[in-house]
């Protein structure tokens, strides 16, 4: 199978990794920095570590959590579209790209500015393109 429709779903897989690595990177050295012996933790999660942390590097692995939520949903979709022969087609690649392309503004916003508002909007309008991969994918398998 080849079709366009993977492309953006392969660049959001590497980006999420990109948001994984660049969370370790920065949490564990304020990890370090805030006195924290996470070798003989027991029973914790990451969340839990939160309050130890700055905020920026709390704003990291928020991004990353968001990133393994939404983004199943349109992995979901874009899978239909491509296993259903609709994967070319000009409006569901264009709709893929503007959704992989909002979400890593999304990211970069979360990650270093962090302002709600301009995150809603990028949400929003990510959301509206996957709505209509969700569309087209309930359309396709019902074809």
Known sequence: MNSA???PAAVLVVWTLIILAWMALT???ALGKAGADVTS???TRGQDLETMLPDKVN???HNYTHLVEQPTIFYAAVFI???TGTGDAQINVWLAWAYVGLRIAHSLVQVLWNRVAVRFTLFLLATFCLLGLAIHALAAALH
Do not use: E, N, T
């Open 5 to 7: 429709i993977l492309a």
């Open 27 to 29: 949490r564990f050295p």
């Open 41 to 43: 933790a027991v029973g």
């Open 59 to 61: 704003w990291k692995s």
């Open 81 to 83: 579209i491509a296993l």
